[in-house]
């Protein structure tokens, strides 16, 4: 009884955030990746803006813009999507994918997961904790960094134990909406509690 209860609170969650007629669901994401622009990064801590060279003509990222362990942040079709920053242009971060429920074809996994994907994904209760580049990570948009440490009354760990906890965490995970999704995921890895700030308050 109560898995039926959460499961149709879930739905009910998802659907009423969900607008079928918002432009960004109506666009492919291919014509998202021709339209992508350069990912802009925002410290908020340091209140500067820096653009970030654009990696697509080979140009490596600076090392000095995000450290390992660093929380990023990225405005998302519903909600924000949340990652840890693992070094050398990576970024761990919890999505909902359907795809590994059909295969474990690592090659088909990897590519960038579409937004059908994501949605079925929500709705099967099925995720992975994945590593994607930071510009696949933040898909054209802005990326805040450590932006929870001013939200969350828990000082961060330290960066190294953040991503190693990201690390072993990489893997096909289940999916929940309201109580393990990516904010879950940064939040324990970051903090040592797996909370989710944007579920709570809806």
């Not at 994401?29 to 060279?53: F, L, M, Q, S, Y």
């Not at 998302?76 to 990576?90: E, K, Q, S, V």
């Not at 999505?95 to 994904?121: A, H, Q």
């Not at 939040?187 to 944007?198: D, F, K």
């Amino acid at each position: 009884m109560l898995n039926s209860l959460t499961l149709l609170l879930e739905k009910v969650f998802f659907l009423t955030h969900l607008n079928a007629f918002r432009p960004s669901l109506l666009f492919s994401d291919t014509d998202r990746a021709r339209e992508k622009k350069r990912v802009t990064h925002h410290c908020e801590n340091e209140g500067w803006r820096e653009r970030v060279p654009d990696t697509s003509a080979g140009a490596a990222l600076p090392e000095s813009i995000y450290q390992r362990g660093d929380l990023l942040e990225v405005p998302r079709t519903l909600f924000t999507h949340f990652g840890i920053y693992l070094g050398d242009n990576r970024v761990a971060h919890l999505i909902p994918d359907i795809l590994p429920l059909f295969t474990t074809d690592k090659r088909s996994i990897r590519v960038m997961v579409t937004n059908t994907r994501l949605v079925l994904g929500v709705l099967s209760k099925s995720a992975s904790i994945r590593v994607d580049t930071v510009e696949d990570f933040a898909y054209g948009a802005s990326i805040l960094l450590n932006a929870m440490d001013t939200t969350v009354q828990k000082r961060p760990l330290d960066g190294e134990e953040i991503a190693s906890r990201a690390e072993k965490l990489v893997g096909k995970i289940p999916y929940s909406l309201l109580w393990n999704n990516c904010e879950h995921f940064v939040t324990y890895c970051r903090y040592g509690i797996a909370i989710s700030i944007q579920t709570d308050k809806s």
